[in-house]
């Protein structure tokens, strides 16, 4: 029995994108951000931090997207989607898992700021500005590299992508990506992947975001 823990359009989507390339499907537990339920005892026993995505698997449950990500791909290298410790890429591999947190870092705060926060806190323009200027420049690193290969490993798709790809969905709420043409062709290449396509089909609605974009107010 495998088990996720769960919120549409939310980091557990990493797993639950990376279980389908796997071939191998998750009983689904769902919460939501905004009704407590990660904050109950029941919840925090499995992730103290209260957060999205714990998995239940092997007898074991794990926490951590990232600590997901690995833990997957070292027990089951069989589908080539890790690099594993003497891999020529398992430095750049690392490297991408890390690089998708500080990426999702950015768009938690603006998310934060944009749709948790509101009165009577509401949000610091300046804040939001630096943040989107953040995200933007995570965006533009990402562009110079996919100038030269069309994943993030020149060795071809890896979890590394499941990572950093799921963040790509959330960033044009916050930032314009006309200017980012390898981003939206990224985008697109993982948009066609039959895995992608069918773990979206099980992600559910998300309830975040209520526009199309987020403008900095009076920024
Ligand atoms: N570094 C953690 C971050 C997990 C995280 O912050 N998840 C968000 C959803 S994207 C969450 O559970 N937020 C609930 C909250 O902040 O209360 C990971 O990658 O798993």
């Known amino acids: 029995m495998i088990r996720l823990h769960h919120v549409p359009f939310s980091r557990s989507f990493r797993i639950l994108w990376l279980l389908e390339e796997m071939g191998l499907s998750a009983d689904?537990?769902?919460?939501?951000?905004?009704?407590?339920?990660?904050?109950a005892g029941e919840f925090k026993a499995i992730s103290p931090a209260g957060r999205v995505p714990a998995l239940?698997?092997?007898?074991?449950?794990?926490y951590e997207s990232a600590a997901i990500v690995e833990y997957l791909t070292e027990t089951r290298p069989e589908h080539g989607l890790g690099r594993l410790p003497g891999d020529p890429e398992r430095v750049q591999f690392l490297e991408w898992l890390g690089f998708a947190e500080t990426q999702a870092a950015a768009l938690q705060s603006l998310n934060m700021h944009h749709l948790f926060m509101g009165d009577p806190t509401p949000?610091?323009?300046?804040t939001l500005k630096?943040?989107?200027?953040?995200?933007?420049?995570?965006?533009?690193?990402?562009?110079?590299?996919?100038?030269r290969q069309e994943w993030l490993l020149s060795s071809g798709f890896s979890a590394a992508d499941t990572m950093l790809g799921f963040n790509l969905f959330?960033?044009?709420?916050?930032?314009?990506?006309?200017?980012?043409?390898?981003?939206?062709?990224?985008?697109?290449r993982i948009e066609?992947?039959?895995a992608y396509q069918r773990a979206r089909a099980l992600d559910g609605e998300q309830e975040f975001y209520k526009k199309d974009f987020y403008e900095v107010p009076n920024g």
């Open 170 to 188: 959330a960033a044009p709420y916050y930032v314009h990506l006309d200017r980012f043409p390898n981003v939206q062709a990224y985008m697109k």
């Open 130 to 147: 630096l943040e989107a200027a953040r995200l933007g420049a995570t965006l533009k690193a990402l562009e110079g590299k996919l100038d």
């Open 56 to 62: 239940e698997i092997d007898g074991i449950t794990i």
């Open 123 to 126: 949000a610091s323009p300046v």
């Open 192 to 194: 066609a992947r039959p």
């Open 28 to 39: 689904l537990t769902l919460y939501s951000i905004t009704d407590g339920s990660l904050r």
